[in-house]
Nanobody, 117 residues
């Protein structure tokens, strides 16, 4: 059974940094795409950043220049380094993976990130 295990997150003051990590377990395939989504209170889930198996990255405009996504395809892991955090970054952050052979999408359990002003 495929599972995504997240770690990191927490409470930080505005301007601070946090790091999120995610690992895929139970899959014999390496990811096609892995990424992070977030959902703030009363808001829809939105893409924060993603990385493909070839290392191509994509970022939401709101986090460009502040967040960095890295991944190791062979290890099925992804990290999100979040710098210069703002109160509006407060949300539950979800790891996402798209895995072969059917491009099935999987989700982590969510990690709370709270940025105080």
């Amino acid at each position: 059974q495929v599972q995504l295990v997240e770690s990191g997150g927490g409470l930080v003051q505005a301007g601070g940094s946090l790091r999120l990590s995610c690992a895929v377990s139970g899959s014999m395939f390496n990811f096609n795409v892995m990424g992070w989504y977030r959902q703030g209170p009363g808001q829809q889930r939105e893409l924060v950043a993603s990385i493909t198996s070839r290392g191509t990255t994509n970022y939401a405009d709101s986090v460009k220049g502040r967040f960095t996504i890295t991944g190791e395809n062979a290890k099925n892991t992804v990290n999100l380094q979040m710098n210069s955090l703002k109160p509006e970054d407060t949300a539950v952050y979800y790891c996402n993976a798209v895995l072969p052979p059917r491009s099935t999408q999987y989700w982590g359990q969510g990690a709370q990130v709270t940025v105080s002003s």
